[in-house]
């Protein structure tokens, strides 16, 4: 079972990666970014499977977010976060476990309905694909098969599920919201018109589903509960914002006086 992750940096106090000021990690690897990258892509550094990478155990994730994600926000970016699925919703349950307050999201190009019905499959190729995306994939994956081996006993095609079903399902139960579908550049949610507070970036076809709220309510249908992203930042813009968690308030700075003590002990410490 993989234990460790692989990044390519964090930000702290981001405002463009869900609501309130978000601990960023940046995911390491997309395959969609390495054989046909999305037009308008802002990540490009993060593709390639090759290259210099920050690996960090499951502990250390926990500790670093811990540590500076001090309003508890997180957020899950890549790259493509959900080829590291397996361990983001260990970090995750782990997070909930130590601070039931932790909000985390995660951004993913993949459709939730199509990966809780199929989970995430795909086919490697050595005619078309990195070898270090092959020895990722290898640690990441729930397992995998050698299709096709060349004449030295080289896999050229191998079949990887990278995520089971129940992986996905695990995944839901911890993350808040997960942000699904890909980029598309011509619906892009500009800055000037969305982006007047923090929220989002992304466009306006991707969703934001309320992931864990999905799970637990047990709603007939096994219908997601989401809003598409414009409709969710135009709700976002419509009301004033909690100064720590992001959350929606009436004319209030805080939603909490647990989110108040947060922001002001925050100030303090960044003097
Ligand atoms: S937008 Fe996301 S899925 Fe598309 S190429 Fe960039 S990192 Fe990959």
């Not at 000021?21 to 999305?38: D, N, W």
């Not at 993949?110 to 092959?134: C, I, P, T």
């Not at 004319?251 to 003097?271: G, I, M, P, Q, V």
Request: hydrophobic share 35%; aromatic share 12%.
């Amino acid at each position: 079972m993989v234990d460790f992750m692989r990044f390519i940096g964090v930000t702290k106090n981001a405002l463009t990666a869900g609501p309130g000021k978000r601990l960023e990690l940046f995911t390491k690897g997309c395959i969609r970014g390495v054989v046909s990258p999305c037009e308008g892509c802002f990540n490009q550094t993060t593709w390639t499977f090759e290259g210099k990478y920050r690996k960090l155990t499951i502990n250390e994730i926990i500790e670093i977010i811990d540590r500076d994600a001090w309003n508890r926000q997180v957020t899950f970016c890549g790259g493509e976060p959900i080829l590291q699925g397996r361990a983001i919703g260990k970090v995750a349950k782990e997070l909930k476990k130590k601070d039931p307050t932790f909000h985390i999201v995660m951004y993913t190009m993949y459709k939730l309905d199509v990966l809780m019905k199929h989970g995430l499959n795909f086919y490697w190729s050595k005619e078309r694909h990195q070898d270090a995306m092959l020895e990722q994939l290898k640690d990441y994956s729930a397992s995998f098969e050698i299709k096709k081996t060349d004449a030295e006993g080289n896999p050229t095609l191998v079949k990887f599920e990278i995520l089971t079903t129940d992986d996905v399902l695990e995944l839901m139960r911890y993350i808040d919201i997960i942000v699904d579908g890909e980029y598309k550049h011509e619906q892009r949610l500009t800055i000037a018109k969305y982006m007047h507070d923090g929220g989002f970036i992304g466009s306006a076809n991707q969703r934001v589903i309320f992931a864990s709220e999905t799970m637990t309510r047990q709603n007939k249908d096994n219908q997601f509960i989401y809003k598409y992203a414009d409709e969710y930042m135009n709700e976002f813009n419509s009301s004033n914002h909690c100064k720590a968690c992001g959350g929606s308030t009436q004319t209030e700075d805080y939603c909490s006086s647990l989110c108040e003590n947060r922001y002001k002990k925050h100030l303090d410490e960044s003097l």
